[in-house]
């Protein structure tokens, strides 16, 4: 399930300490001398909270050995790493009661364990599934309006940042998926991440709506995470601001594009993919992508280029598919392919691009107008497609509606699906212009929805949703509601007799 089984990809849920590792400071060296503090001073304090008990201390000391690093006055400062003894100090914080400590023997810096030890992973079960079960009472309570207990935790001071943050109850759930405690056991892990989603944790509900959209697990486990991602995503205001929420409401949508995907339309690789990437699924959108690619659908290789680049810490086998495929739209481009141009020059203009192939890539896109518009009067349906839109929003050029609906109209006959979509955009303004007669804004509305079902009929899944988000109760401005527009229920009508089952209740 993309960059890990069940363990989360980071978040703004609560962390435990493995984003940011802390040493207590206070007690040992004393509250004036802190401000003054020296790496020295840093470590000899968490020697000695460890040596009297403290399991956090343990952890924090053994991470700083086996990084190398420190903070000291909130500057990251080089020490000699001793893995030996970090591994010691580790293994006395585990045993203490520390899942942090227990976690980091088993997985390591870089995920390459320190320890391969099924007891280790047992006592980190026995730790982190104890402080899993408190979290997610506390998460309850929260939830339900009561008081949670105060923690009786001590202040700590970052010395060691390396590892991005993780909830205890996520590395319950990885040790259970990834089998560092004996077999893997994915039903097991599916069920703790359910469980903590239902709790109230936004980061385990993003892992579980992951794992749903990436498909693989048993039936009851399904209908679990699905029932816990519809009662807490049943608001729309979720659906807009969570993570987690707005990927569980474009599932639909995904699998819709992926089947029409395998099915061999290339164009819905491209959008399953382009709905997959934001949700750092880069795995499963290559899945899709790379072949579609190798089948000459520039988009699917300009989004397959981000999917394999976007990748921090970057990965080199990826670099070198991107590098691949890359050179598959410089070829196309260099044979005058219009489309290859485009789409390589918007993969060389992304943010982390280097300044040269920044410019490289606005040359490249500047070249493509004209090819466009070229192709365009040619009678390349797919050129039209796209001329339409540039001349449409102005894209580095001045804007020409007039021109840019004779592109699209060509290419909607031609069964370009984008073009169809705006089009019925264009020609479903006048709904909702003043003055106009009721027979007027009919007209209007039944060219702009009978052109988004051809839409979406033809793949373009982005007028699939507006389908149905508008299929819905409307809202007046008086703040009544009113049931949809009859254009749009017969757009429904449309493709549900188009084979689209989704739209048949």
């Not at 705006?422 to 702009?448: F, Q």
Request: proline share 4%.
């Amino acid at each position: 399930m993309g960059r890990g089984s069940w363990g989360a990809r980071g978040g703004a849920g609560r962390t435990v300490g493995v984003g940011l590792v802390m040493v207590v400071l206070g007690s040992a060296v004393g509250a004036g001398a802190a401000s003054a503090a020296t790496p020295e001073t840093v470590l000899k304090a968490a020697r000695r909270a460890c040596e009297g008990g403290n399991p956090d201390a343990c952890y924090q000391l053994g991470a700083a050995q086996v990084t190398g690093r420190v903070i000291v006055d909130r500057e990251t400062v080089e020490v000699k790493a001793d893995p030996a003894a970090g591994e010691a100090s580790l293994r006395k914080g585990c045993q203490k009661g520390s899942c942090n400590a227990c976690w980091l023997l088993l997985t390591g810096r870089d995920g390459t364990p320190l320890v391969k030890d099924a007891a280790v992973g047992k006592r980190a079960l026995a730790v982190c599934g104890k402080a899993c079960t408190q979290w997610r009472a506390k998460l309850v309570a929260e939830r339900t309006g009561q008081e949670a207990a105060e923690s009786d935790e001590p202040y700590y001071a970052a010395i060691t940042p390396w590892l991005r943050g993780e909830s205890e109850c996520v590395l319950v759930a990885r040790i259970h998926g990834d089998g560092l405690a004996g077999k893997a056991d994915p039903k097991k892990a599916a069920a703790e991440q359910i469980a903590t989603c239902e709790a109230g944790d936004g980061d385990a509900c993003l892992v579980v709506v992951r794992a749903v959209v990436a498909g693989g697990m048993d039936g009851a486990s399904l209908r679990k995470a699905e029932a816990a991602l519809a009662k807490r995503c049943g608001t729309s205001s979720y659906m807009e601001e969570s993570r987690d929420c707005s990927l569980y409401g474009q599932l639909p949508s995904i699998r819709r594009t992926r089947a029409r995907c395998t099915g061999g339309l290339d164009a819905a690789c491209a959008d399953a993919g382009e709905m997959l990437l934001p949700a750092e699924m880069e795995d499963e959108a290559l899945v899709l992508l790379e072949p579609a690619c190798g089948r000459n659908d520039w988009r699917s290789c300009e989004l397959a280029v981000r999917a394999a680049r976007d990748r921090k810490p970057p990965v080199p086998a990826l670099e070198a598919r991107a590098k691949a495929m890359e050179q598959r739209l410089e070829a196309a481009c260099d044979a005058d392919d219009a489309l290859a141009c485009r789409h390589l020059g918007q993969a060389l203009t992304r943010f982390y691009e280097t300044k040269e192939r920044k410019e490289r890539g606005k040359e490249l896109r500047k070249r493509s107008d004209a090819m466009l518009e070229k192709a365009c009067d040619g009678g390349n349906v797919a050129a039209c497609a796209v001329w339409g839109q540039a001349l449409y929003y102005g894209w580095k050029m001045p804007k020409d509606p007039e021109r840019a609906v004779a592109a699209l109209d060509k290419a909607c006959q031609g069964g370009a699906a984008v073009a169809c979509e705006l089009v019925g955009y264009v020609r479903g303004l006048p709904a909702d212009e003043e003055g106009r007669s009721a027979d007027e804004k009919h007209a209007a509305r039944e060219a702009r929805w009978s052109l988004t079902a051809r839409a979406c009929i033809l793949g373009y899944e982005e007028s699939c949703r507006l389908v149905e988000a508008n299929s819905r109760p409307r809202e007046t401005s008086k703040g009544h509601q009113e049931p949809p527009f009859p254009e749009v229920i017969e757009a429904r009508k449309t493709l549900c007799a188009a084979g689209l089952g989704d739209f048949c209740h």
